[in-house]
Nanobody
């Protein structure tokens, strides 16, 4: 059974930083694409960033230059460093692990950016 557990969310002022973590159980981490998604109230869930098994990354235009995704395969953990946070970054942030025939979601962690 695969579980993804996010942590690191919280309340921060605009311009501040947060670091999210997502720890994965099971034996799929090293071969999985890992992603961070977010969902703001009244909006659809959207892709923030992904990182492939080899470390290639992709970012939504709205977070380029501010957010950085990284992974530690030895710790089965993916990170999201968020800098220069804006009120519009407020959302529940979800971790996802997926491959050719599977996909798993974490339970989400709330990030609130005050103006």
């Amino acid at each position: 059974q695969v579980q993804l557990v996010e942590s690191g969310g919280g309340l921060v002022q605009a311009g501040g930083s947060l670091r999210l973590s997502c720890a994965a159980s099971g034996n799929i981490f090293s071969r999985s694409v890992m992603g961070w998604y977010r969902q703001a109230p009244g909006k659809q869930r959207e892709l923030v960033t992904i990182i492939g098994p080899g470390g290639s990354t992709n970012y939504a235009d709205s977070v380029k230059g501010r957010f950085t995704i990284s992974r530690d395969n030895a710790k089965n953990t993916v990170y999201l460093q968020m800098n220069s946070l804006k009120p519009e970054d407020t959302a529940v942030y979800y971790c996802r692990a997926y491959g050719d025939n599977y996909g798993y979601w974490g339970q989400g962690t709330q990030v609130t950016v005050s103006s």
